[in-house]
């Protein structure tokens, strides 16, 4: 991308400079041919003549600069164009605040733009790394850490991606506890609403009949018999390590407002991301799963359909969907 950047600013250069030379050969031309009209002609003609050529010259500069002009406007919009409608439509405000522009253009980024961070996140980095090469061999688990090592040490923080204004905007949002950030169920726009209505939504989608609140939790429970079901297939020892369930937690229940409805009801979602790996490899074996453990085989909940910014909104974990 650098070099392509960079050959276009030489081949830009290059045309300026020709144009330039161009027009200095045309002035100079122009300025022989006045002298050898001024002499040939008397007074009285060569001042018309003077007159005619130098309005007709006016006026198609005049033009030139004007269709010039539109074209580059034209081209500039068509390369950074004006995200103020796009913003008025990709931002949803449910409340009774007036947004400014800096919190306006935060909110418009979406759920997927991700934010260069300050520093690089070292602690983090090596935790997940140890995390995820803890069953590899022990070379293989050197090497990569010493190749992570050798990456941190050069590593460099990403530009910044956020003014000054919208980080303030966004840490204020993140404070208030009264407001809550979502998706949008449908239209990919993020929905800005107070906690009450979005707790009172939620609350009545519970109120269905379908639900029954248990008394207690039972996820470790049933954590406890998938494991010992699975210890005492006949399922590989690698396989096996890989399928049971650690810290296990259960589906977690979350709500998209539906903008394009009336009222913006909210739609119920189930995240069960990384809770399914034990029958992912049931299909790919052809083998039966143990009941109920479908719901267990992941360690961690979410689904990244809410954003950090939601700060936990959902309902509490003994509230399960009776089957």
Same mark, same amino acid.
């Given at each position: 991308?650098r070099?392509?950047l960079r050959a276009?600013?030489a081949?830009?250069?290059e045309?300026v400079?020709?144009t330039?030379?161009?027009?200095?050969?045309?002035?100079?031309e122009?300025y022989?041919i006045?002298?050898q !009209?001024?002499?040939s002609?008397?007074a009285?003609?060569?001042?018309?003549i003077?007159?005619?050529?130098?309005?007709t010259s006016?006026?198609?500069?005049i033009?030139?600069?004007?269709?010039?002009?539109?074209?580059?406007?034209?081209?500039?919009n068509?390369?950074?164009? &004006?995200?103020?409608?796009?913003?008025d439509r990709?931002?949803?405000n449910l409340?009774?605040r007036?947004?400014? =522009?800096a919190?306006?253009?935060v909110?418009s980024k979406?759920?997927?733009f991700?934010?260069?961070?300050?520093?690089? /996140?070292?602690?983090?980095?090596i935790t997940?790394v140890e995390?995820a090469?803890?069953?590899?061999?022990k070379d293989? $688990?050197?090497?990569?850490?010493?190749?992570?090592s050798?990456?941190?040490?050069? $590593?460099?923080?990403?530009?910044q991606?956020?003014?000054? $204004?919208e980080r303030?905007? !966004?840490?204020?949002?993140?404070?208030d506890? &009264?407001?809550?950030?979502?998706? #949008? =169920?449908?239209g990919?726009a993020t929905?800005?609403?107070?906690r009450? =209505?979005?707790?009172e939504?939620i609350?009545q989608?519970?109120?269905? /009949? #379908?639900?029954?609140q248990?008394? &207690?939790n /039972?996820t470790t429970?049933?954590e406890?018999q998938?494991?010992e079901?699975i210890?005492?297939s006949?399922?590989?020892?690698?396989t096996?390590?890989? !399928?049971?369930p650690? #810290?296990?937690?259960p589906?977690r229940?979350y709500? !998209?407002?539906?903008?394009?409805?009336e009222g913006?009801?909210l739609?119920?979602?189930?995240?069960?991301i990384e809770?399914g790996?034990?029958?992912?490899w049931?299909?790919e074996t052809?083998?039966q799963?143990p009941?109920g453990?479908?719901?267990?085989a992941?360690?961690r909940?979410? =689904?990244?359909?809410?954003?950090d910014?939601?700060?936990?909104?959902?309902?509490?974990?003994?509230?399960?969907?009776q089957?």
């Open positions: 991308m070099i392509l276009s600013k081949l830009l250069r045309r400079h020709h330039r030379l161009s027009l200095h050969r045309c002035s100079e122009l022989k006045h002298l !009209l001024s002499s002609l008397n009285t003609d060569w001042d018309k003077e007159k005619i050529t130098y309005f006016q006026n198609v500069e033009t030139a600069r004007k269709t010039q002009i539109k074209k580059f406007d034209k081209l500039q068509r390369q950074h164009p &004006s995200d103020q409608h796009l913003r990709s931002v949803v409340t009774e007036v947004l400014d =522009d919190t306006t253009s909110l979406g759920h997927n991700a934010i260069a961070p300050r520093n690089l /996140p070292m602690e983090r980095i997940e995390s090469i803890r069953k590899l061999p293989d $688990a050197a090497e990569i850490r010493e190749d992570v050798h990456i941190l040490r050069t $590593a460099k923080p990403p530009k991606n956020l003014s000054a $204004a303030e905007a !966004l840490s204020k949002l993140k404070s506890e &009264s407001l809550i950030i979502l998706r #949008a =169920d449908k990919n929905v800005l609403m107070t009450k =209505d979005y707790n939504k609350s989608l519970l109120d269905d /009949p #379908a639900y029954q248990l008394k &207690s /039972p429970r049933i406890r998938v494991k079901l210890k005492r006949s399922i590989p020892q690698e096996q390590r890989n !399928l049971i650690r #810290a296990a937690k589906p229940l709500g !998209l407002p539906k903008i394009h409805k913006v009801p739609r119920p979602i189930v995240s069960q809770t790996y034990l029958a992912t049931g299909r052809d083998k799963t009941a453990a479908v719901a267990l992941g360690s909940g979410g =689904d990244g359909g809410e954003a910014l939601t700060k936990g909104a959902g309902v509490p974990s003994s509230w399960r969907r089957t």
